[in-house]
């Protein structure tokens, strides 16, 4: 007669451990940060557009007066009209700082900042890229294709600004994900523990 193998009945409480410690080092590969894919992408796209508004100061102060960054003596065009390497107008600079800072400054006030690189830098950044006027520089801003250079930058800021959506919905996405894990860890530690009971009354169980 042959014989009947005899059912395999599995201990609730090793099936349990079982189930906690598969549990332990799921939530351990889920609590590891993940990279930030969107995140980066979005400070990598910010940080090139600010290179490229740098990079088209200096190539329009190139244009204007032949040279980038400070000077040796104070630069003046237009018989004495224009000032720095920008080569701003004192009427200019007070109008603009005004607009930008709500302060008015002084003749005095407005040359220095004019015959200063990164001040007038920083004021011509605003007046082209931020209130997109880059006609205060007519010749040169034709010569270096400003307008369309605005385009690309403005489409680098628009990515990095979609770049962040993205980054901020993963990262809710994430929490929702993890909140539902952790729910489904206590639910099933909760059963592991159901299961090292049955023993105490007289029963096995698979679970």
């Not at 894919?37 to 032949?66: F, H, P, V, W, Y």
Request: charged share 25%; net charge neutral.
């Amino acid at each position: 007669m042959p014989k009947i193998p005899r059912p395999r009945f599995i201990d609730p409480f090793v099936d349990a451990a079982l189930v906690v410690a598969i549990l332990f080092v799921t939530a351990c590969q889920q609590e590891a940060f993940p990279p930030q894919t969107a995140s980066l992408q979005a400070e990598d796209l910010r940080n090139r557009a600010e290179e490229r508004k740098e990079e088209l100061i200096r190539q329009l102060a190139n244009c204007e007066s032949g040279g980038v960054g400070l000077s040796e003596r104070p630069i003046y065009g237009g018989r004495g009209v224009y000032l720095g390497r920008l080569q701003f107008s004192t009427q200019t600079v007070i109008g603009y700082q005004l607009k930008k800072d709500n302060r008015r400054l002084s003749l005095r006030e407005a040359a220095q900042v004019a015959h200063d690189y990164n001040r007038s830098a920083a004021l011509a950044k605003y007046m082209i890229f931020d209130l997109e006027e880059p006609w205060h520089w007519p010749h040169c801003a034709k010569k270096i294709s400003l307008r369309s250079e605005i385009a690309a930058v403005k489409e680098l800021i628009s990515q990095a600004q979609a770049a962040d959506a993205k980054a901020k919905a993963d990262d809710a996405a994430s929490v929702e994900t993890a909140e539902t894990d952790s729910d489904n860890r206590k639910r099933n530690v909760s059963l592991g523990e159901s299961c090292r009971r049955l023993p105490a009354l007289g029963l096995w169980a698979t679970c």
